[in-house]
């Protein structure tokens, strides 16, 4: 049974910080490209950040561009998202997904598996 669960979400000042981390298991995890996605109330749910097996190939939306940072630990089985510099409008739901593809999609139908979500709030 594959689960992938996050963690790391709250409440946080604009400008500030936060990490997500989102542990799998039930799956070769190196076998699988990771993304993570959000979505806010009454919008549809984005790509946000996806990174390769092996952390060859990231993309990123623009709308996140440098400010955050989605990175792997094959060893621990768990995908990061970095967040900096919140903005109000980062506010919503992430969650992390699997798909076992080369490399990074940002259609969420291309993923297999998907966590349950963590919230994270952006206070203006």
């Known amino acids: 049974q594959v689960q992938l669960v996050e963690s790391g979400g709250g409440l946080v000042q604009a400008g500030g910080s936060l990490k997500l981390s989102c542990v799998a298991s039930?799956?070769?995890?190196?076998?699988?490209?990771m993304g993570w996605f959000r979505q806010a109330p009454g919008l549809a749910r984005e790509f946000v950040a996806g990174?390769?097996?092996?952390?060859?190939?990231?993309k990123y939306a623009d709308s996140v561009k440098g400010r955050f940072t989605i990175s792997r630990d094959n060893a621990k089985n768990t995908v990061y998202l970095q967040m900096n510099s919140l903005k109000p409008e980062d506010t919503a739901v992430y969650y992390c997904?699997?798909?076992?593809?080369?490399?990074?999609?940002?259609?969420?139908?291309?993923?297999?598996?998907w966590g349950q979500g963590t919230q994270v709030t952006v206070s203006s």
């Open positions: 997904a699997a798909r076992s593809g080369l490399s990074p999609s940002t259609y969420r139908y291309e993923y297999d598996y």
């Open positions: 039930g799956l070769t995890f190196r076998s699988y490209t």
């Open positions: 990174i390769s097996r092996l952390g060859g190939s990231i």
